[in-house]
């Protein structure tokens, strides 16, 4: 193409930038970090008629197929105390922060409320759009606000939490501004004073006290995710696969009588949430694998690449595990990442 930008690369292998590490190609990639260039690279992509995909940390998405259009990063890694309003702090992360290190700079900083989120794979940009959770604590608690900048006119909005509509591993990102959007940066409300979040009974086993130091916290999370889920950078994958489904009173019964040992959780409008990877479980399939894919044997729920394969396999055993759950169970489990990409036979 004549008239490509210089911040765009041709026909680059996606591998990296998934944490499934599938092979992939975008047919255009861009990583910006400003908002003049992000701009810009919108509007050729608009010119050009290309599709476009924003990618985070790439830990919640499996590729299907390659991306015949621009695959954009932005990259703002800046992070800053923007407000003190007495009890609490407003800070800002760009976009482009790694989770993790965001959740390190905080309690070192003495900004507190995300302890719980700890080794979370992705980006801050990406957190708002699946509403992260764990060990009791979920993103939303401590979103003030979401910048945003529109895909269709470039204008820059600011988003309340009220706007983002979060519900479990879900927001407005995900339903009715799908699309719309490149997530630029986050304003989070953390207190000044620490008060940790215990309430997960794994979590207490872990802390040398039931008083622990935030640093205390954050390594009492590390070594609970480090011993159930897979490092990404090791065994590829997305973390949890599926949500935990809600099912409604009479059905949670109707389960109960059926299989007396079936832990549940109580969720809103009476319903209860059933721990997917239980359910999994049960159903023969953790540590089991199709190909080159396989579920973890150490949390069901969390499906695994080690043998590198593509996306196609990664759906097969997708289905291969759902169906057996409804079978058994008569539940339906949902996919929690995203699916992209085309492929030849679509
Ligand atoms: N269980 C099994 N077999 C397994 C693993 C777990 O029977 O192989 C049972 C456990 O005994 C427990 C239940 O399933 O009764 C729940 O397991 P766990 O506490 O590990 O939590 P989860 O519901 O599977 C959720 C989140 C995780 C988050 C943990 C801790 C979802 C979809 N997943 O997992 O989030 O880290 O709670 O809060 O809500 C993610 O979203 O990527 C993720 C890792």
Redesign the pocket.
Same mark, same amino acid.
């Given at each position: 193409m004549a008239n490509l930008p210089a911040a765009v690369h041709c026909g680059v292998d996606l591998q990296p930038f998934n944490s499934l590490a599938i092979s992939a190609k975008a047919q255009y990639y861009s990583k910006v970090s400003d908002l003049v260039t992000l701009r810009e690279m919108l509007h050729w992509c608009a010119s050009e008629h290309l599709p476009l995909l924003l990618l985070g940390g790439g830990s919640n998405l499996v590729f299907c197929g390659d991306w015949p259009g621009l695959v954009l990063q932005y990259a703002d890694t800046d992070i800053r105390l923007v407000a003190d309003e007495g009890e609490d702090l407003l800070v800002r992360a760009g976009a482009g922060v790694e989770w993790h290190r965001f959740v390190l700079t905080a309690s070192q900083r003495g900004w507190y409320g995300i302890e719980n989120l700890a080794l979370?794979p992705g980006s801050v940009g990406a957190a708002p759009v699946q509403n $992260?959770? !764990? /060990?009791?604590v979920e993103l939303e608690s401590v979103v003030a606000s979401v910048e945003v900048v529109d895909i269709q006119s470039g204008a820059l909005t600011v988003l309340s939490k009220a706007d983002c509509q979060f519900g /479990? *591993?879900d927001s407005v990102f995900k339903q009715a501004a799908k699309d719309q959007y490149v997530i630029t940066a986050v304003t989070f409300r953390l207190a000044k004073q620490f008060s940790p979040v215990l309430t /997960?009974p794994?979590l207490i086993e872990v802390l040398p006290s039931t008083q622990p130091t935030p640093q205390q916290l954050i390594d009492a999370i590390i070594a609970v &995710?480090q011993n @159930?889920?897979p490092d990404p950078a090791v065994i590829p994958n997305?973390?949890?696969f599926? @949500?935990?489904p809600v099912v409604n009173g009479q059905t949670a019964a109707q389960l109960k009588h059926q299989f007396p040992d079936m %832990?549940m959780y109580p969720a809103a409008d009476r319903c209860q949430k059933l %721990? !997917? !990877?239980?359910l $999994?479980? *049960?159903a023969g399939w &953790?540590g089991r694998s199709l190909g080159p894919v396989a579920m973890h044997d *150490?949390? !069901?729920?969390?499906l695994t690449n080690p043998g590198r394969g593509d996306g196609h396999d990664v759906l097969a055993l997708a289905q291969a595990v759902a169906a057996d759950v409804l079978s058994m169970f008569g539940v339906a489990l949902e996919m929690?990442p995203q699916c992209v990409g085309v492929s030849d036979g679509d």
């Open positions: 979370i $992260i959770g !764990a /060990y009791g /479990y *591993r /997960y794994a &995710r @159930k889920l997305v973390g949890s599926f @949500k935990n %832990p %721990p !997917a !990877a239980w $999994i479980d *049960r &953790r *150490r949390q !069901a729920l969390v929690e």
